[in-house]
């Protein structure tokens, strides 16, 4: 994986030896901003790794996991977990050393867990925090003591996926009974709140309203703003948060940022 601080470039390769830990890497990039949840706005550089469980018909970043639709430029890659550390170290290093927050999202990062706990501890000894955002379909094992905050964001109807395949109540109510983790449900219309509010109701464990949010989805600045004020009262009638997305208010469907 180069070390220079190019925003949007792909990991390089590096070959494993025996017993190293080893990451599908996409791309990686930062420092930027966290584009939504309980942390929207904090900044923060990414790590975007490859591969999903799931096959949602909106989802923003088919490239990390449908070969089909895979970028050239980006291509996925084998990285040791020690290169990756190296990289985002020298990073934070040569921009501005306050910044040492990872998000680590995808695709499923939570396929890749146990070289991700690997990574964690690593970057918690070097005083970092970090963020995994999941659709909660994957217990997360050893992570669930070393991640400082979990993005959770179990998939409706309207993600044109099985629910058998979305759902997974085992590991929702694992991440319920986790104070670090949020709920963060991706929403088109006001009927998908009822969904939402129903799929909390199926898990063993009560979730406070305060770590639910709801996120309209787009890809473009204009459908995120028209659903969010479609939205936001009935997201607001029920204690929840609204998130934005703040990349694609800012940027649209720019990759890299």
Known sequence: ???????????????????????????????????EGA???????????????????????????????????RPETAVTVERVLED??????????????LVITGGEPLLQREALALLCVRLRDRGWTVE???????????????????????KLTHSGVDERARIRLAVLDEFAA????????????????????????????????????VMAEGIDAQTVLERSRALVDDVVARGWGLTPRWHTLLWGDERGR
Not at 7 to 24: I, K, N
Not at 42 to 53: E, K, Q, T, V
Not at 88 to 101: G, K, L, N
């Open 1 to 35: 994986m180069s070390a220079t601080p190019d925003p949007t470039h792909a990991a390089t390769g590096v070959p494993a030896t025996a017993g190293e830990q080893v990451l599908r890497v996409i791309e990686t990039f930062g420092p930027t901003v966290q584009g």
């Open 39 to 73: 942390l929207v706005g904090r900044a923060a550089y990414f790590l975007r790794l490859a591969g999903c469980n799931l096959t949602c018909v909106w989802c923003d970043t088919p490239f990390a996991w449908d070969a089909t639709r895979s970028d050239h430029r």
């Open 88 to 101: 985002f170290t020298t990073r934070s290093a040569a921009v501005d050393t306050c910044v040492r927050h």
């Open 132 to 154: 995994v955002e999941t659709s909660g379909t994957v217990s997360p094992g050893r992570l669930t003591e070393l991640v400082d905050q979990f993005n959770v964001s179990p």
């Open 178 to 213: 986790n104070p670090r983790a949020v709920f963060k449900f991706v929403v088109q219309q006001a009927p998908d709140i009822l969904e939402t509010a129903a799929l909390l109701d199926r898990l063993s464990r009560i979730v406070e309203p305060s770590r639910v949010f």
